[in-house]
Structures are given as structure tokens and as C-alpha cells.
């Protein structure tokens, strides 16, 4: 044996290592993260033994005769997976899907697998949580057929690479990272060293074979796919499947992205047929709005390159007991704050004794603060119980002296608006003309949120 073993003490977060047990990890901070894995200590002279993995193109190059041509891109027939993906699949790349259980992960991939047998080759689905029959039963639901896609139940990555030898699919799905593992690392399934070990033999694969390589990865209460921080620099391009699962929209959304754009954003929707695509989102999230209620405010949000147009309601009502309470919904708990403190310093609305709830339409996630001039309209509407105008979108972030400040992308928000046939958009005093309002759209530009509120909420 080339190797002995020893026992760390690694946090499953960030990936820290230590010899002893820490309550806190003193890379990350998070508390009781640090867990005993058994880890493998080559010998010096050991590595030498091993043969090395000799990557196509090892020879340095000059940069100026780099072939930048770029391999065929393997396009996904869901236009909206192919925007976040920057056009398609690169053969060779390696994408983690993350996402918390339930919000449609593994829907969404063996529809795109399915899709793809169909158009771009072989596929093969490893599930290490469900069994073949699992999901041809949910192929089946959504009425998928092929011959050539591939399911295997397995666990071990040595196996599915004996797999992949035998099948030569062009995309490899694993549905999860976290139920992987291979023997030569003998901590758990699903704990950092194993995800890691497992993550970079794929890693290896896709670089050296060419095979596209899907992972899923599931995402801990925090948010971080579990444990492995480490595994976002491990892969290509690192999507997240977002989404409020007691409403049927999802966002895919790109955080990292080797071959496009980040922050790219895809909208789907749940249905009884698996994941459709929402080619219009602003249209959909404004499908059941009631005009003329008060407490509503449509906010112009950029997700990514793309405008979203989303409705904001807001409802103040007398507290009857204690501390008024602030329950918001979609929006970021402090922005409420700063927006209430505002409007009770500057325009006097006596905020103390009501309490306020805020609910995003869609169950969209604004943390824009160019939607706070929508939000505090909303408020505002709710506590005069006065409607806002119909035609009238709102775009601006507010200041604490109650200044309304300018926004970026605002050439982008405006069209969006104008398309959905807005009439009128309130933006924040614009300093010199940055941009030209499209044919049929007025700007109400406004310097302070009592200006807005003059126009949005007249008090007659
Ligand atoms: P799933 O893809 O299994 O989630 P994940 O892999 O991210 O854990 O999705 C499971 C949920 O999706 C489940 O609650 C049922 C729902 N669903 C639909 O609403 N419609 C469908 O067509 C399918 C297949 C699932
Ligand atoms: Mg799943």
C-alpha cells in the first residue's frame, strides 16, 4: 500500500481541515460543521507510482495560435435552459444543478435528457436516489419516449465510469453528487471529501472524453450546495433551481459560468407535465393582477440581462397587540424597514402602529433596491387605501433622506415596460438624458418618494 490513513476533522461547508475537533469551524465561522472523515495520506515517493493523467493539449501553446473555435454547442429544446446555459451545451463542460429538494431538479433533467437522446446522442441518467423503475415511471407521466437514453440506480463513480466506457453517452446526468461515492476515499457518501473526490474523477471524464456532464447537487438551509463550496470551482457552470414550492414558477438561475453570461436567469413553470418554459415571465407574473386595488405597485426588477416586470402588494393594518409586526414576502426584511422608517420620518405616515405585510406576486425573490420606489408606493396605497394608476410602473431605489436615486439598465426596464403596454413609468430625476423613453412611454420623473407619492397616491 502506497497510502495510510488518518482522521481530519473536516467542515462541511467550507472544506476546512483540522486535527482536532472545533466546535467552530475558524475558516467559515458556522458552528458544529466540523465532522471526523477518514483521509488517505500518500507517502512521499507515492505519487510518483501513480500513472499521470496526461489532459489533450498539454503542451503549452502561444496564445496567439490558441484555436478559440468553439466545438458545436449541444442545444437544449428549452430555449429558456439554453439562455442560462449561454447558448447551449459545451461539450466537455461540466454543469452543477443546485437546488433544495422538491423544487424540480430531477424533472427537469430527465426532461432535458430525454430532449436530448433525441437530438444530440446517447444519454446516460445515474440516479442514486431513485430506482430505474421510478423514473421510467415519471417518463412515462411525461409522456417522454427514447431509445436512447440510459437510466442506472448506482452509487459507485468507478462503476458509472465503467458505464459511460461501455454506453459512450454524449451527457451524463448525476442525480446526486451527495449520494456518490468512491472507494478510494473512505468517509461517508455525502461528506467533503467524497463529493470532491467523486466531483473531479467527473471533472477528469468531461475533460478528457468530451462527455457533457450534468451534476445535482442538493443545497443545505443556508443555501450553499451541501458542504462543498469546493464544489463550484470544481465545475464549469454552477446553475441554481429556485423557486417558492408552494407556487408553481422556478428561476434557473447561472451563478457561475465559464462559457456566458452569469446571472443569467430562466423562468419555468411547474406543471402537471413536468417543467414548461415561460417564454414571457413579466406577462405571466402580471396575469392575475387586479387593477384599481389599493396596496399594489408593479416594480420594473432586472433578473440577470433580462427586465421583469412583478407586482408588489402591500397591507397595513392597525396592530391590535404589542409590536407592530413587518412580515415580508420576496422582498429583503431591512429594505422593509428602511422603506417604513422612511416614509414615517419624512412624510409622516404613522407606520408604529400598523403592521405591514409585503408579498412578491409569483413568489419572485426582488432584492433589487430599484424596487424599493414600487414597494414604498405599495405601502403607501394600502395606507391611504387609494389605488395607484393603472397604466404606471415604477423603477428607483430611496435613499435614507427620502431621495430617489437612478438605477442601472433603465433602457432595458422602459422597453419592458412599453411592451407589456404601460403607459407611464415613474423613474427617479434623471440628471441628463440618459436614455430615450420608447415611442408611447412617459417618464414621471420624481426627485424624493413625496413627490412619487403626490402622483402615485393622491390624497384628494
Ligand atoms: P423533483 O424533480 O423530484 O425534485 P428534486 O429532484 O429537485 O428533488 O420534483 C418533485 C416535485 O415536482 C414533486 O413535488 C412533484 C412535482 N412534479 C410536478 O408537479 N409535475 C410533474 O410533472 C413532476 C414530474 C413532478
Ligand atoms: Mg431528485
Same mark, same amino acid.
Given at each position: 500500500m502506497a497510502t495510510k490513513t488518518r482522521s481530519r476533522?473536516?467542515?462541511?461547508?467550507?472544506?476546512?481541515?483540522?486535527?482536532?475537533?472545533?466546535?467552530?469551524?475558524?475558516?467559515?465561522?458556522?458552528?458544529?460543521?466540523?465532522?471526523?472523515?477518514? =483521509?488517505?495520506?500518500?507517502?512521499?515517493? +507515492?505519487? &510518483?507510482?501513480?500513472?499521470?493523467? $496526461? /489532459?489533450?493539449? #498539454?503542451?503549452?501553446?502561444?496564445?496567439?495560435?490558441?484555436?478559440?473555435?468553439?466545438?458545436?454547442?449541444?442545444?437544449?429544446?428549452?430555449?429558456?435552459?439554453?439562455?442560462?446555459?449561454?447558448?447551449?451545451?459545451?461539450?466537455?463542460?461540466?454543469?452543477?444543478?443546485?437546488?433544495?429538494?422538491?423544487?424540480?431538479?430531477?424533472? =427537469?433533467?430527465?426532461?432535458?435528457?430525454? +430532449?436530448? &437522446?433525441?437530438?444530440?446522442?446517447? $444519454? /446516460?441518467?445515474? #440516479?442514486?436516489?431513485?430506482?430505474?423503475?421510478?423514473?421510467?415511471?415519471?417518463?412515462?407521466?411525461?409522456?417522454?419516449?427514447?431509445?436512447?437514453?440510459?437510466?442506472?440506480?448506482?452509487?459507485?463513480?468507478?462503476?458509472?465510469?465503467?458505464?459511460?466506457?461501455?454506453?459512450?453517452?454524449?451527457?451524463?446526468?448525476?442525480?446526486? =453528487?451527495?449520494?456518490?461515492?468512491?472507494?478510494?476515499?473512505?468517509?461517508?457518501?455525502?461528506? $467533503?471529501s467524497q463529493v470532491r473526490e467523486c466531483a473531479s474523477r467527473l471533472q477528469m471524464l468531461a475533460k478528457t472524453s468530451g462527455v457533457s456532464v450534468f451534476l445535482v447537487g442538493h443545497v443545505t438551509k443556508e443555501g450553499n450546495i451541501a458542504g462543498p463550496r469546493v464544489l463550484e470551482h470544481l465545475v464549469d457552470t454552477v446553475l441554481y433551481l429556485e423557486g417558492d414550492p408552494f407556487q408553481s414558477y422556478r428561476l434557473l438561475r447561472s451563478v457561475k459560468n465559464r462559457f456566458g453570461a452569469t446571472s443569467e436567469v430562466g423562468v419555468f413553470e411547474m406543471t402537471g407535465m413536468g417543467m414548461a418554459e415561460v417564454p414571457n415571465p413579466s406577462e405571466a407574473f402580471l396575469a392575475e393582477r387586479v387593477v384599481a386595488a389599493p396596496g399594489t405597485a408593479i416594480a420594473v426588477t432586472m433578473e440577470g440581462t433580462r427586465p421583469l416586470l412583478v407586482e408588489i402588494q402591500a397591507l397595513t393594518s392597525q396592530t391590535t397587540f404589542g409590536n407592530p409586526r413587518r412580515t415580508p414576502n420576496g422582498v429583503d426584511y431591512n429594505r422593509l424597514l428602511l422603506i417604513s422608517a422612511v416614509l414615517s420620518k419624512r412624510l409622516g405616515l404613522k407606520l408604529h402602529e400598523q403592521d405591514i405585510f409585503i408579498n412578491v406576486v409569483g413568489g419572485l425573490n426582488v432584492d433589487e433596491p430599484a424596487s424599493d420606489l414600487a414597494m414604498a408606493v405599495a405601502l403607501a396605497s394600502s395606507y391611504f387605501n387609494q389605488p395607484t394608476p393603472a397604466d404606471m410602473a415604477f423603477v428607483g431605489e430611496i435613499g435614507l433622506s427620502g431621495e430617489l436615486r437612478t438605477v442601472g439598465q433603465l433602457a432595458a426596464r422602459l422597453a419592458e415596460a412599453a411592451k407589456l403596454g404601460f403607459k407611464r413609468v415613474m423613474t427617479p430625476r434623471l440628471r441628463r438624458k440618459v436614455v430615450d423613453a420608447p415611442k408611447g412611454l412617459q417618464l414621471v420623473e420624481v426627485r424624493n418618494i413625496g413627490e412619487a407619492l403626490a402622483i402615485a397616491v393622491p390624497k384628494d
Open positions: 476533522w473536516v467542515c462541511q461547508e467550507c472544506g476546512k481541515q483540522s486535527l482536532r475537533y472545533m466546535g467552530r469551524c475558524p475558516s467559515c465561522g458556522e458552528f458544529n460543521t466540523m465532522v471526523e472523515e477518514i =483521509i488517505e495520506v500518500s507517502r512521499p515517493g +507515492a505519487r &510518483a507510482m501513480q500513472p499521470r493523467v $496526461v /489532459l489533450p493539449n #498539454s503542451a503549452p501553446q502561444r496564445l496567439t495560435e490558441v484555436n478559440t473555435e468553439e466545438g458545436q454547442r449541444l442545444l437544449v429544446p428549452m430555449g429558456e435552459f439554453n439562455r442560462v446555459l449561454g447558448g447551449g451545451i459545451v461539450p466537455g463542460s461540466i454543469i452543477l444543478i443546485g437546488g433544495e429538494p422538491g423544487i424540480g431538479k430531477s424533472t =427537469i433533467l430527465i426532461q432535458t435528457s430525454a +430532449a436530448l &437522446a433525441q437530438t444530440a446522442g446517447r $444519454v /446516460l441518467y445515474c #440516479s442514486g436516489e431513485e430506482s430505474a423503475r421510478q423514473i421510467k415511471m415519471r417518463a412515462d407521466r411525461l409522456k417522454l419516449e427514447t431509445d436512447d437514453l440510459f437510466l442506472v440506480t448506482e452509487t459507485n463513480i468507478k462503476t458509472i465510469l465503467d458505464h459511460v466506457y461501455n454506453i459512450d453517452p454524449t451527457v451524463l446526468v448525476i442525480d446526486s =453528487i451527495q449520494t456518490m461515492y468512491t472507494d478510494d476515499s473512505e468517509s461517508s457518501p455525502g461528506s $467533503v
